[in-house]
């Protein structure tokens, strides 16, 4: 069974840091690159970036670009998500998915082109 477990939120204050976990078991963990995605309060799920698990490229939205890291560690079967500068409009629920392609993967942030997600864990960033 494919799972993926988020860890690593919390409330931090305007200017400080985070670093998400995404864990993942049930599947072979370089085979499938991961996204990471929010929804902030009254918004629709958008992506923040992508990592393929095989090679170690890397995809970001505009928004985070300079700010957020995404790195894999293979050993451990995790994802990581380093927030820097993290700002009030970074407040959301924040979670990580499996993208459907395999090794064919191309970067993407689209949610159609993710299968398995997370619970997803709370990030809230006061003024």
């Known amino acids: 069974e494919v799972q993926l477990v988020e860890s690593g939120g919390g409330l931090v204050q305007a200017g400080g840091s985070l670093r998400l976990s995404c864990a993942a078991s049930?599947?072979?963990?370089?085979?499938?690159?991961i996204g990471w995605f929010r929804r902030a309060p009254g918004k629709g799920r958008e992506g923040v970036s992508a990592i393929s698990t095989s090679d170690g490229s890397t995809y970001y939205a505009d928004f985070v670009k300079g700010r957020f890291t995404i790195s894999s560690d293979n050993a451990k079967n995790t994802v990581y998500l380093q927030m820097n500068s993290l700002k009030p409009e970074d407040t959301a629920i924040y979670y990580c998915?499996?993208?459907?392609?395999?090794?064919?993967?191309?970067?993407?942030?689209?949610?159609?082109?993710?299968?398995?997600w997370g619970q997803g864990t709370q990030v809230t960033v006061s003024s």
């Open positions: 998915a499996r993208n459907v392609y395999g090794r064919s993967w191309y970067p993407t942030l689209s949610l159609y082109d993710y299968d398995f």
């Open positions: 049930g599947y072979t963990f370089d085979d499938y690159a």
